[in-house]
Structures are given as structure tokens and as C-alpha cells.
């Protein structure tokens, strides 16, 4: 499966962004899915993820009620919707599968084995 995620950019403190991650090559049914972010000096962090079929969703404690993860199936589409953006949000997001995770290790990135390109999300104060 190909990944290619877009819809980062500059938002002030409190604003929204939405990402957008395209699947394709295989269909995003086949796929756990999630959403990445490296933020400078600190280590990989999956933010969010979500099942094949989009009916479960997991949030880091930091995102949560803030960000929300969901999966259009019909156009191989996973998305982000991030409000209430903080200045800690900024980071490099990126989309990512995997075919099969156990829900215990949904936040570890090493369960991912597909990585689309990351989009840059700057929240300024």
C-alpha cells in the first residue's frame, strides 16, 4: 500500500486543521491505520489510530477530546481532524498501516510497516 498524506500548514494556537491520508495500491479495508508525529528534539509519537473497518479509534492521553481520527473506506481516506490546536501540536504528522495490530500495541510506531510521506503542522502562540 502507497500513503500519501496531505492537509498540514500553519494555524495559530486554538485553530483547526484536517488532515488527509490517501491509500492506495491495496484497499484501506486491509489496513490498521494511523497517524505519526516526530515534533523536533522528541521521539516518533503515534497520535491516533484506527481499526480496518474505522469502528475503533485510540488517542494518546495528550490528544484526546481535542483530536479525532476517522476512515472513509469507499475512498481509501484516513483522516485527522485536529481543533483546539496547542503550540505543543507542532510537529511532522505522518500516515501509516499496518495489517495486523493487536490492540495492546496500538501506540507503538514499530507496529507500523507502511509510512506515506509527512505533512507540517506548525501551531503558533
Known amino acids: 500500500v502507497q500513503l500519501q498524506a496531505c492537509g498540514g500548514g500553519l494555524a495559530q494556537a486554538g485553530g483547526s486543521l484536517r488532515l488527509s491520508c490517501a491509500a492506495s495500491g491495496r484497499p484501506s479495508s486491509s489496513y490498521y491505520m494511523a497517524w505519526i508525529r516526530r515534533a523536533p528534539g522528541r521521539e516518533r509519537e503515534v497520535v491516533a489510530s484506527?481499526?480496518?473497518?474505522?469502528?475503533?479509534?485510540f488517542y494518546v492521553d495528550s490528544v484526546k477530546d481535542r483530536f479525532t481520527i476517522s476512515k472513509d473506506n469507499a475512498k481509501n481516506t484516513m483522516y485527522l481532524q485536529m481543533n483546539s490546536l496547542k503550540p505543543e501540536d507542532t510537529a511532522v504528522y505522518y500516515c501509516?498501516?499496518?495489517?495486523?495490530?493487536?490492540?495492546?500495541?496500538?501506540?507503538?510506531?514499530?507496529?507500523?510497516?507502511?509510512w506515506g510521506q509527512g505533512t507540517q503542522v506548525t501551531v503558533s502562540s
Open positions: 484506527i481499526s480496518r473497518s474505522g469502528a475503533n479509534s
Open positions: 501509516a498501516a499496518a495489517r495486523e495490530l493487536l490492540r495492546s500495541t496500538w501506540y507503538l510506531t514499530d507496529q507500523y510497516a507502511y
